[in-house]
Structures are given as C-alpha cells and as structure tokens.
C-alpha cells in the first residue's frame, strides 16, 4: 500500500483511515515533506499548527 496524506490534518498514513483524526479523506496527490520529532519545541510546528509527532505534507490536494 502506497503512503497518502490525509486532506484533514496532513498526516501521512498508510491505510485506509488517519489514525490521528479518524478522517477517511486521504490523497495521493500530496507535496513536501516534513518530520517533526519534538513539537513543543519545534518552530516549524507551531506555525504549522502540528502537536503530534510524526510524518507531515505540506500541500494536500
């Protein structure tokens, strides 16, 4: 199974559901990339509004 983005939160998942928010809304179609390890201390969470560790796009389509 290929990994998709979820249009909801920009997780990117493999399966059929983000086990984040629980949205069935995925993409193939996604761009960018980016892994937070730290989201409390990381700036580029905060402006993207991620509190969870994990795999990111950053452009969903």
Do not use: F, N
Request: aromatic residues 4%.
């Amino acid at each position: 199974m290929t990994e998709q983005a979820c249009r909801e939160c920009h997780r990117i998942v493999e399966g059929l559901v983000c086990p984040i928010c629980g949205s069935a809304s995925l993409s193939k179609d996604w761009t960018g990339y980016v892994v937070i390890i730290d989201p409390k201390e990381s700036e580029v969470a905060k402006k993207l509004g991620i509190t969870l560790p994990g795999r990111y796009a950053l452009k969903v389509r």
